[in-house]
C-alpha cells in the first residue's frame, strides 16, 4: 500500500511522465482485473452508472497525461463515495 500512496502522488504532481506499468498496477488496485488487456488497450469496470469504464493505453511505455487525469478523476469519485 505505502508504494501505491507514493505512485498515486506522482500521478498527481506530473501525469505526463507515468510509466504504463506503474498506471496498471494503480488502476488493478482500485478497480480489479481489466475486462480487457492484451491489446494497446486496458479497460476497468467502475462501480457506478454512466460511463462505467476506465480505459488506459500504452504509448511507448508510457500513459497518456488526459488518461491519467481520467484514472485520478475516477479514483477521487470512489473514495468520496466510500467515505
Known amino acids: 500500500m505505502k508504494n501505491t ?3 498515486l502522488d506522482a500521478l498527481r504532481r506530473n501525469p505526463k511522465s507515468v510509466r504504463f506499468l506503474d498506471l ?3 488502476c488493478d ?3 480489479g482485473e481489466p475486462r480487457q488487456k492484451g491489446t494497446s488497450h486496458r479497460v ?3 462501480p457506478w452508472q454512466g460511463d462505467p469504464r476506465v ?3 500504452d504509448h511507448k511505455g508510457m500513459a497518456k497525461a488526459y488518461q491519467v487525469r481520467q484514472v485520478i478523476k475516477a479514483i477521487e469519485k ?6
Open 5 to 7: 500512496v507514493r505512485i
Open 24 to 26: 496498471c498496477g494503480i
Open 29 to 31: 488496485e482500485y478497480f
Open 44 to 46: 476497468y469496470r467502475t
Open 55 to 57: 480505459n488506459i493505453q
Open 78 to 83: 470512489m473514495e468520496a463515495r466510500n467515505g
